[in-house]
C-alpha cells in the first residue's frame, strides 16, 4: 500500500485528508506538534507522529520514522498552516518572522528532508496546500497572503527539480473551509490607536460574518487532494470548492485595476 506523510493534521483540512486517505486504503503518517491533539485518529493503518514545522530535528524523525513503520513514503501533503490577520502597521516583527516560519520556511524544510527518498526512489509527490489568496489578495492580508504566493512560486519552481529525480508537485488551492482555521488558525493583528485602519477593519469584520455561510467542508480539500495525488496529468494547481473555482475564474477574467475596483466594491471600501 502506498504511504502519505500529512503535516498539521490534528484537525481541518490536514484531519480531513488523513481520515479521507485512510478510507482509501492507505499508509498515513499523520502528523502534529502534539499528539496528544489526535483525538483517536490513529490506529489501523494510521499513525500518529510528532512533527514541529519549525524544528528540522522533528521533521526528520517523523519521516524517518513513518519510513521504517511503513517502509516507503510516496507522497508529503504540506498543510500545516495559519493566519496571520491584520494591517501591516499592527503587525509585530515577531508575528510576521514566525508567520515565513511556519507557513513558508516549514513548507520548504519538509520537502527538503523528503528529497533524498524521493531522489533513491525515483518517484514521490509532494501537495502544498495553499489557497485562493496564493492567486490574489483580500484586504488586511499582507502577511498571510504573502506566504501563500511564496507557496505558489516555491511549487512552481521545484517542479524543474523535482522532474529531474522522477518526483512531482502540485498546489491545491482552498477557498473558505468550515473549521476552525478562523478561530485556533487565526491571529488578528489590530491596534486601536491605529484610527486611520479603522474603517477598513470593521468592513472586513461585517463582510466576514456574511462569509460564514459560504464556508464548505473540509473534505472537499481532502477530496481534492485525493483527486491531485491520482491524477498522473502535469496539472500544477487544483482548485478546491465550487467556492474556490468561482474566485479563481473571476480573478483571471479581470486585469489587475478590475479587479481591485470589484475588490473594493465587494468589501465596501
Do not use: C
Request: no cysteine.
Amino acid at each position: 500500500m502506498p504511504t502519505v506523510i500529512i503535516t498539521g493534521a490534528s484537525s481541518g483540512i490536514g484531519r480531513a485528508t488523513a481520515e479521507h486517505f485512510a478510507v482509501q486504503g492507505w499508509n498515513v503518517a499523520a502528523t502534529m506538534r502534539n499528539p496528544s491533539d489526535a483525538g483517536g485518529l490513529g490506529g489501523g493503518r494510521t499513525l500518529v507522529l510528532a512533527l514541529d514545522v519549525t524544528d528540522r530535528t522533528s521533521i526528520d524523525r517523523a519521516i524517518s520514522d513513518a519510513a521504517e513503520r511503513f517502509g516507503s513514503i510516496d507522497v508529503v501533503v504540506n498543510n500545516a498552516g495559519y493566519a496571520v490577520i491584520g494591517a501591516l502597521e499592527a503587525v509585530s516583527p515577531e508575528q510576521i518572522e514566525q508567520q515565513f516560519a511556519v507557513n513558508v520556511l516549514g513548507t520548504m524544510a519538509v520537502t527538503q528532508a523528503v528529497l533524498p527518498q524521493f531522489r533513491a526512489q525515483k518517484s514521490g509527490l509532494i501537495v502544498n496546500i495553499s489557497s485562493i489568496v496564493g492567486r490574489f489578495t483580500y484586504p488586511l492580508g499582507a502577511v498571510y497572503d504573502a506566504t501563500k504566493f511564496a507557496i505558489e512560486g516555491f511549487s512552481e519552481a521545484m517542479r524543474f527539480e523535482l522532474e529531474g529525480i522522477g518526483a512531482r508537485i502540485k498546489i491545491v488551492e482552498p477557498g473558505l473551509i468550515a473549521s476552525d482555521f478562523g478561530t485556533r488558525s487565526m491571529q488578528f493583528a489590530h491596534e486601536p490607536a491605529l484610527t486611520a485602519y479603522q474603517p477598513l477593519v470593521d468592513a472586513m469584520g461585517a463582510m466576514a460574518a456574511k462569509f460564514t455561510h459560504m464556508a464548505e467542508p473540509a473534505d472537499v480539500v481532502a477530496q481534492t487532494v485525493w483527486a491531485a495525488v491520482n491524477d498522473d496529468a502535469p496539472t500544477l494547481r487544483y482548485p478546491a470548492g465550487n467556492a474556490a473555482i468561482a474566485a479563481l475564474s473571476d480573478r483571471d477574467a479581470l486585469d489587475d485595476l478590475a479587479f481591485y475596483a470589484k475588490t473594493k466594491e465587494r468589501f465596501g471600501i
